[in-house]
């Protein structure tokens, strides 16, 4: 977010209420019914949780004990209670009226469409789930999925869920270092992926990147790559391992009966970066994530049996996993899964599926908002004007800040300033939606995801902890635990009590990473960004530390290198590279050159989501007496500012010139 956004964020008075119509149809109708949600909570923290847990899951067998503090902060929720992911995303609404409903609507890349029911979904989960169980997949196994967006991706989530398998989803546009690296970490038994995904009209490796990282090492757990052919193309084959999704699910019946699992039991480990160079391994559990995918489905969306939802995320990402592959199946909704990307045939591609297919709810991020307004600006036929949107009721964003400016235009643009947005603050780690607006409750103010849900005990501190009054910005924290959240991380407990129940704060405070302030009139909140060395580039999180290993490790090349965020009007954040080569500082053409070779060596070590839009050569960095890197002297170099700071424990002052010059 640029620092014109922040102020404007910061001086916001334009308030929208709900409106009476949606007001009254909506299930949590008005403040009030909000607030006596809230005062249930406070009131009976653990018999609050326990009353969703037993509305929204279906536990085949019943918990007793609810909240279990005993080894803090390792939290267990429902902890004697068993479910299935699965059973309670499909089996429930078997001998319903849902049964026959349609699940999923896809529509492919090329714009063909195809629909499944409930029933016919169920079917297609229970012999995927067969097929895998044929082949040695078992309960507290990992299987890894490397997939495109397509109704498969969500059947092989649901099938490992099936099973009691942990799944862990990797976003197609990772480098095969990465899936290398994830695998190995998660010690997956078996990869799911494609031969190809379809992007854009162009058909990119899957299987191809598999197998390269397979071929890095340390994947011997990896007894089988279960391959769906997505194209006609040809892939290399390895006999023995791999197996196509037509063999897999030959003579497999459509039967499958859901393994039971405890409420704690690890449901997925999904990657995401932190502030080291290592991603961590979000481990979340079963019983807990299921309420919350289903609760806030009927909370935040105030999903009605007749919704037509769409959440734009891919699988890979959290919100994909918790508003895609979980949520609106609990829900019992009929959900729009989109291969493509937004941009193709043309960038009307969005407005165009929400007509076609009558979308009723439509939840993207702002770094898609904000590109979609560039476009429809230049090209009118791809403006919202252009497609009869007239079937959306609520609109929702997630990922980022969104700016004000980029709220007003999805309001009234996308809208037509009769759909309530609700912007959803939350993270990987947490499961689902922390704060949000309820759409028939809260009074919306542009760029503010207002307050926290019923149960969430959000708040703003300060370094020791001590809650700070509205209009002073600090950290947000969540002070009691709350059944979605974050388990562990995968493997290495004391980073997980060290990122996010830091000593300092007691050791039982969950610290977000992100700086919030309260607005004085309402107590809104308002995230200002990340506190840590986490970058949101167009709402992908990326750690700077991340970028940083990546560049140094072109060993020929990079001897130092250093990374930043500076805003950007489109990606939310650009990353911004500052790099000490093994050679004199380079200019002209061969920087250029220089310059890419690094950016395609990022792409290469992580995914092209990673690649530095600025880099710096110099001949050093800048940095203190005691050799520490002066970061902020970097952020106020990479927005182009005049260095204003105090520079007198620089070692090497002459640098930042040498620093801002280059570009
Ligand atoms: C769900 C998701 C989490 C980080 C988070 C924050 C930013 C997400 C936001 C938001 C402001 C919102 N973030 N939603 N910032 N307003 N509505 O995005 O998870 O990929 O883990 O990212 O994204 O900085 O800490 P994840």
Redesign the pocket.
């Known amino acids: 977010m640029s620092a014109n956004a922040i102020e404007s964020v910061l001086v916001e008075n334009r308030v929208f209420p709900p409106s009476e119509a949606v007001q009254k149809a909506a299930r949590i109708s008005g403040m009030a019914a909000y607030q006596a949600l809230c005062a249930e909570a406070e009131k009976d923290y653990e018999g609050f949780w326990a009353r969703l847990a037993r509305e929204n899951v279906v536990w085949s067998k019943p918990f007793t004990q609810i909240l279990d503090e005993s080894n803090a902060p390792f939290y267990k929720w429902f902890a004697d209670g068993e479910l299935n992911a699965s059973a309670n995303s499909l089996d429930r609404h078997i001998g319903t009226p849902t049964e026959n409903k349609t699940a999923i609507i896809f529509e492919a890349d090329d714009g063909q469409v195809t629909k499944v029911t409930y029933r016919e979904l169920l079917d297609r989960v229970s012999q995927f789930a067969n097929g895998l169980q044929a082949r040695g997949v078992k309960k507290g196994d990992r299987v890894l999925l490397y997939m495109p967006m397509t109704i498969e991706g969500v059947v092989a989530m649901q099938a490992c869920a099936r099973l009691g398998a942990t799944h862990s989803v990797v976003f197609g546009g990772f480098s095969a270092k990465a899936v290398q690296e994830r695998i190995a970490d998660v010690g997956a038994v078996a990869v799911i992926t494609a031969n190809y995904q379809m992007r854009g009209g162009k058909e990119l490796p899957l299987k191809a990147i598999v197998d390269e990282a397979i071929a890095m090492g340390g994947c011997e757990c990896v007894r089988n790559v279960f391959v769906y052919e997505r194209t006609a193309s040809a892939y290399a084959k390895e006999a023995g391992r791999d197996v196509t999704f037509a063999e897999l699910l030959d003579g497999q019946s459509t039967d499958c009966p859901p393994v039971p699992v405890d409420a704690e039991h690890p449901l997925f480990v999904l990657y995401?970066s932190g502030s080291t160079g290592k991603p961590k391994g979000v481990q979340h559990s079963t019983g807990g994530y299921m309420l919350w995918a289903r609760q806030t489905m009927r909370w935040s969306f105030d999903l009605q049996d007749s919704d037509v939802f769409w959440c734009t995320a891919d699988i890979g990402?959290?919100?994909g996993h918790t508003y895609v592959a979980y949520g609106p199946l609990a829900a019992g909704a009929t959900q729009i899964i989109f291969e493509g990307v937004p941009t193709y045939p043309n960038a009307g591609r969005f407005w165009q599926m929400v007509e076609r297919h009558k979308c009723t709810i439509f939840y993207t991020a702002p770094t898609a908002i904000r590109s979609l307004i560039k476009a429809s600006e230049a090209d009118a036929a791809v403006h919202p004007d252009a497609s009869d949107l007239s079937s959306l009721r609520l609109l929702g964003?997630?990922?980022?800040?969104?700016n004000p400016e980029a709220w007003m235009w999805y309001y009234k643009n996308v809208g037509k300033e009769r759909c309530p947005i609700v912007?959803?603050?939350?993270?990987?780690?947490?499961g689902g939606h922390m704060?949000?607006p309820l759409p028939g409750a809260t009074p919306l103010v542009p760029g503010s995801?207002t307050l926290p849900l019923p149960g969430i005990t959000a708040a703003i501190v300060d370094e020791a902890g001590h809650d700070l009054p509205n209009g002073a910005g600090g950290m947000l924290v969540v002070k009691r635990p709350w059944p979605s959240m974050i388990r562990t991380i995968w493997g290495d407990p004391e980073r997980f009590k060290k990122s996010y129940f830091p000593e300092e704060l007691g050791g039982k405070t969950y610290l977000?990473?992100?700086g919030a302030v309260r607005s004085e009139d309402r107590g809104y909140f308002r995230?200002t960004?990340?506190i840590d060395d986490?970058l949101?580039v167009s709402?992908?999180?990326m750690g700077t530390m991340e970028i940083e290993s990546a560049l140094v490790a072109k060993t020929d090349l990079v001897a130092e290198a250093a990374v930043v965020g500076r805003p950007d009007d489109l990606t939310g954040e650009a990353i911004c590279a500052f790099v000490v080569l093994k050679r004199p500082v380079p200019t002209g053409d061969e920087a250029k050159a220089i310059a890419k070779e690094l950016r395609d060596w990022v792409a290469k070590e992580i995914g092209p989501i990673a690649k530095p839009k600025d880099i710096r050569f110099g001949e050093n960095l800048p940095k203190t007496r005691s050799g520490k890197i002066m970061r902020r002297l970097l952020r106020s170099l990479a927005k182009g500012e005049a260095i204003t700071q105090d520079t007198s424990t620089l070692e090497n002052p002459a640098i930042l010139d040498q620093l801002a010059n280059t570009n």
């Open positions: 995401t990402w959290i919100t964003s997630v990922g980022e800040p969104i912007d959803t603050f939350w993270q990987t780690e947490n704060i949000t995801c977000a990473g992100d995230i960004g990340r986490v949101n709402g992908h999180r």
